[in-house]
């Protein structure tokens, strides 16, 4: 009977460490760079957005279609746009309306990631 329980003690922790990473792993920075790298002259006041940087954002959205992968994502813009210099924050809270994504909110300086869910 102990060794039962102790098999099933087991079991459970191997279904937590095999599951766990999954949980976490929402969306890297580089992933979330690397979509929107080609947003950076439009983002920084230039014209646009591109076609390709419109496919970025959308490619973003799509990856990220978790709470935790959105929030995830919106710190790493966050964190991009406060270390990016030229950034123009009207260009970026409008981005993603501009490349045909509706979404709750809008991306900045100052976004507050915590309020982001799906």
């Excluded at 990473?21 to 439009?42: D, H, K, N, Q």
């Excluded at 790493?76 to 309306?97: H, I, M, R």
């Excluded at 909110?105 to 976004?111: A, C, L, S």
Aim: charged residues 10%; proline residues 7%.
């Amino acid at each position: 009977m102990a060794s039962l329980k102790v098999a099933c003690v087991v079991a459970l922790m191997c279904m937590v460490v095999v599951t766990a990473p999954m949980a976490e792993a929402a969306i890297s920075c580089g992933a979330v760079t690397g979509y929107l790298g080609p947003c950076i002259s439009y983002l920084k006041g230039g014209p646009g957005p591109s076609l390709q940087c419109c496919g970025g954002v959308r490619k973003l959205n799509a990856a990220a279609q978790t709470t935790p992968a959105r929030k995830a994502a919106c710190n790493c813009l966050k964190d991009a746009a406060g270390s990016t210099p030229g950034l123009n924050a009207n260009n970026a809270a409008t981005l993603s309306a501009k490349c045909g994504l509706s979404l709750p909110y809008k991306f900045g300086p100052n976004t507050d990631c915590t309020s982001i869910k799906l």
